[in-house]
C-alpha cells in the first residue's frame, strides 16, 4: 500500500521566480528538452520564443516543438508542429513549420492520444540533433483531460524541465502530479504583470487567418479513393457525410504534409489542397471546415461513422 503522503523525490526541485527574460536565459543556457506548461494567456508562446531567441544568439541548435493545436505559432491548428530555429532570423518565419503531425482537432479533449503521440514523435525527431528543444502546450492543464494529457506527454517527451506559468496556485495539482510520477524538475512563474489577455472574438478570428492560410485558394482537387483514409472506412459508408471534412495529407513515413478538406459532388470524392504532390493516405480528422469561410465545427468520427453518439 502507498503511505498516505509519499514525499516529492529528493531529486526534483520546485523554485519560483519572478523574472521572465533570468528564466528564458537560464532555460537557455542549459539545454536539453523542456516542456512548457500554463491555462491560456499566462505567456507560454512568448516565454518559448523568448528562450529560443537567447538559445539561437548563443549559437545553439535549437527546436520549437508547438503542441498547442488550438492556438498555433507553427504550423496550422489541428496539428503539432516543429520549426527549426538556428539562427535568429529563423524565428521570423516561425510560423512555416518544418515538419507536421496531424492531430484533427483544436480541442485536445477527444484526441489524447493523437496529441500526444504527435507531440512525442516530434521531439524525438528534434532532439536528435538539437542543443534544445521547447515544447508548447496547449492550455489545458486542469480536469482530467489537462491531467492525463499533461502526464503522458512527460511520460513520453521526457522533459529535462517543466515550466509553468500560473496565476496564483492554479497549477499546483498538475505539477505535483508530475513530480510525484517523474520526479521532474519544475520551475514555476507568476504571470507576468503586463500580461494583457487576449480575447476569445481575437483568438479564433487568428485561427480562421490560420485555416484560410493552411487552405489558402486555389486549392488543388485531388480524385480519391474511399480505401486511402485512417481509420478506414466502414464498408456502405454514405460518402455524402465526409463532405467539409478536414483531413490530414500524409506522407508514407507517418509526417503530415498538410491540411485538406473532403469534397462530395456528383458521385465523386475528391481531396481540396496545396499539399497533394507525395500524398500517400489521408488521416480524418474531427472537424468541418467550410472552404470559404474557414469556419470550423467539432466533429465525433465514431458517430460520423457508425452513427454512434459515443
Ligand atoms: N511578458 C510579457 N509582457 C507583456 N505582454 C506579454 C508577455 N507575455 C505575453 N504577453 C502577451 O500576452 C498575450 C498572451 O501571450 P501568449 O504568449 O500568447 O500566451 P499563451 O501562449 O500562454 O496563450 C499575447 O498578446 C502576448 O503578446
Ligand atoms: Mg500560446
Known amino acids: 500500500m502507498l503511505p498516505s503522503d509519499p514525499p516529492i523525490p ?14 528564458a536565459s537560464s532555460v537557455a543556457a542549459q539545454g536539453g528538452v523542456v516542456m512548457l506548461i500554463g491555462a491560456p494567456d499566462t ?6 520564443g523568448e528562450i529560443l531567441r537567447q538559445a539561437a544568439s548563443q549559437g545553439k541548435v535549437t527546436a520549437y516543438v508547438d503542441a498547442d493545436v488550438a492556438q498555433s ?9 516543429l520549426k527549426w530555429v538556428r539562427s535568429v532570423e529563423d524565428l521570423r518565419t516561425i510560423s512555416e513549420a518544418d515538419a507536421l503531425r ?8 477527444r484526441l489524447v492520444l493523437q496529441m500526444v503521440l504527435a507531440t512525442a514523435a516530434l521531439v524525438e525527431q528534434a532532439h536528435a540533433s538539437a542543443d534544445l528543444v521547447v515544447i508548447d502546450t496547449t492550455g489545458t492543464v486542469s480536469g482530467v483531460v489537462g491531467q492525463t494529457l499533461k502526464y503522458h506527454k512527460v ?3 521526457h522533459p529535462r524541465l517543466v515550466v509553468g506559468l500560473q496565476r496564483g496556485s492554479e497549477l499546483d495539482p498538475i505539477i505535483g502530479m508530475l513530480q510525484r510520477f517523474f520526479s521532474v524538475d519544475v520551475i514555476t512563474a507568476e504571470v507576468h504583470p503586463d500580461l494583457v489577455p487576449v480575447s476569445p472574438d ?10 484560410g492560410k493552411a487552405l489558402s485558394h486555389p486549392l488543388e482537387a485531388w480524385r480519391i479513393k474511399p480505401t486511402v483514409f485512417a481509420p478506414t472506412l466502414p464498408t456502405g459508408l454514405d460518402l455524402d457525410r465526409l463532405a ?15 491540411l485538406g478538406v473532403l469534397e462530395y459532388t456528383e458521385g465523386v470524392l475528391r481531396v481540396l489542397t496545396n499539399h497533394g504532390e507525395g500524398m500517400q493516405g489521408l488521416r480524418l480528422g474531427s472537424m468541418r ?19 454512434l453518439a459515443l
Do not use: W
Open 10 to 23: 529528493a531529486a526534483s526541485y520546485h523554485s519560483l521566480v519572478t523574472d521572465h527574460t533570468q528564466l
Open 43 to 48: 505567456g507560454k508562446s512568448t516565454l518559448a
Open 73 to 81: 505559432t507553427v504550423g496550422p491548428p489541428g496539428c503539432v508542429g
Open 102 to 109: 496531424f492531430v484533427g482537432s483544436t480541442n485536445p479533449a
Open 155 to 157: 511520460e513520453t517527451c
Open 202 to 211: 481575437v483568438r479564433s478570428e487568428v485561427r480562421v487567418q490560420q485555416f
Open 244 to 258: 467539409g471534412m478536414v483531413v490530414g495529407v500524409q506522407d508514407g513515413f507517418g509526417a503530415c504534409l498538410g
Open 289 to 307: 471546415i467550410d472552404p470559404q469561410t474557414y469556419e470550423t465545427k467539432p466533429v465525433n468520427l465514431r458517430e460520423l461513422m457508425f452513427g
